[in-house]
């Protein structure tokens, strides 16, 4: 099947400071990519919706200047979390489809968040 | 508003059937999803609905009412493996998708 990579799996950083992660397609082209938002126990939350070559649409209540996304290219959406904050501390998952009729997700390992 | 339940958690025994049930309200309808999520990883696809009916693959079954909003996830011969949340998720008319809050899966030997 097809195959979302994310990277870091796990990154701790110092309050105030931004933090990247990538998520890249490695099989596809997926011009749609996903940014959720997960914390312990509890449903995703979608953050916001990746296309690529055009701005990102954020959901309710998300901050877009502070999550700032960007999909530059057909395999690759990144998400910088900028001046980080603990409560900031979470585990982001990155989707992407492949545009078929079933609309079946790929999902990346996704990458948990600490700030200390 | 668009809704998604599912139980909180259910408990099973090792070679038993579970079924998992997902009742939906949404805007428009395009299909139902269930995700395998096991603690600290992404979830991974399972099964996807949009015609009336039962479909099997290997241990695990997805059903969908689309009349009653109603659809569930049948596992067979329980593995201990099985013990994760399973995420229910309806696409609505824009192809969103509305995610239930999972259903954790505890399997006992």
Same mark, same amino acid.
């Given at each position: 099947g097809a195959v979302v990579s994310q990277h870091p799996s796990w990154v701790i950083c110092k309050s105030g400071t931004s933090v990247k992660i990538e998520c890249r397609s490695l099989d596809f082209q997926a011009t749609t990519m996903f940014w959720y938002r997960q914390f312990p126990k509890q449903s995703l939350m979608l953050m916001a919706t990746s296309n690529e070559g055009s701005k990102a649409t954020y959901e309710q209540g998300v901050e877009k200047d502070k999550f700032l996304i960007n &999909? %530059? !290219? *057909? #395999?690759l959406s990144t998400l910088t979390v900028t !001046? %980080? &904050?603990?409560? =900031?501390?979470s585990f982001y998952i990155c989707s992407a489809s $492949?545009? #078929? =009729? #079933?609309g079946e997700l790929f999902f990346g390992e996704g990458s948990r968040l600490t700030v200390l | 508003g668009q809704n998604i339940d599912q139980p909180t958690e259910m408990t099973a025994t090792e070679g038993a059937i579970v079924q998992i049930n997902c009742t939906y309200q949404t805007s428009g309808f395009n299909g139902l999803f269930w995700y395998q999520q096991h603690a600290g990883e992404a979830p991974t696809f399972l099964s996807y609905n949009v015609l009336d009916g039962l479909e099997e693959k290997g241990r695990f079954s997805s059903f969908l009412s689309r009349s009653k909003g109603y659809s569930y996830l049948l596992l067979k011969e *329980? $593995?201990?493996? =099985? !013990?994760a949340s399973y995420l229910c998720a309806a696409m609505d008319s824009n192809y969103q998708l509305i995610w239930g809050a999972g259903t954790k899966l505890i399997i006992k030997p």
């Open positions: &999909h %530059a !290219s *057909l #395999t !001046s %980080a &904050h603990p409560e =900031d501390s $492949q545009g #078929t =009729d #079933t | *329980l $593995q201990m493996k =099985d !013990s």
